[in-house]
């Protein structure tokens, strides 16, 4: 859809205000703080997005990137745009769409996928530790390779791996408290769904059962370090 030319103009101003200085005026990712960072800076001109709730390769819907710039990216330098009205956050949306062709092509479109509730036996502490056994096993077949046995995120395959922007793609620590996906269950499942499209995280549900899922989130839960009291 063509945006509008005073949303576009909108757009803009919003995101050279805020945005510029690590995505870059062209959008390649190359702002001036983009050398120092680690993760770098999204490049937006290939069109994709690690963070949402539409299938494998798919692009992220509005109300995914809103998310991502109203949450931020935990342990990244995205950070969270609070003081952004929801007009100003719309028309950023808009102009970001502008760098890459990807948006105009009506087949890279999807809707949200919709899950069903995380299960009860998530309440009780002991039916969790009994699923976290069941999920040990399963993650030591389908992600330590990658995250480590202990998902620390240090499995043999994690120095390799590439991301499709040419850098390397590490493993996420997952005992971290605080993912950048989201901390609660949900968002876990959400992520072994859709996967994070440009690296080797790729969607399980064509290899897992949802409840071979949900055990393997139980392993997480169990291994998750305390958060990092605030002084
Ligand atoms: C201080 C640097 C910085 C600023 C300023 C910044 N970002 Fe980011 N942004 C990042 C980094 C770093 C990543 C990549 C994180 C990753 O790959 O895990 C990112 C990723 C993203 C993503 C991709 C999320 C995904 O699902 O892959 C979007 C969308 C985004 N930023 C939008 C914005 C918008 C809009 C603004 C301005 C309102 C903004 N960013 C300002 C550093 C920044
Ligand atoms: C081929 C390697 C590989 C395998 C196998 C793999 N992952 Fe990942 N995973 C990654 C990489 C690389 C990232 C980080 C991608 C990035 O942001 O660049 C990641 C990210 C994640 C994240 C997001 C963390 C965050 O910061 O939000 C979760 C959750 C996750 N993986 C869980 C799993 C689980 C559970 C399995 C097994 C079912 C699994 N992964 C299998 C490579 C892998």
Known sequence: MPLDFNLYMEGKYVYERNCIVCHGQRGDGNGELSPTLK??????????????????GMLPTDADLRRTI?????GTA???????????IDAVIGYLKSFSRRWKKPENYATALTFSPPPEWLEGAAEVAAHAQAGQKLFAVNCAACHGEKADGKGQAA????????????PADLRQPHLRCGDTPADLFRVLATGLNGTPMVSFTATLSEEQRWDIIAYILSVRLPPVPVL
């Open 39 to 56: 993760p770098k800076p999204r490049s937006f001109r290939e069109g994709m997005f690690k963070f949402r709730t539409t299938p494998y």
């Open 70 to 74: 109203t949450g931020g990216l935990s």
């Open 159 to 170: 120095i390799s791996l590439k991301d499709i922007w040419g850098m390397p793609a590490a």
């Open 78 to 88: 995205m950070g969270i745009f609070s003081h952004l009205q929801k007009d100003e």
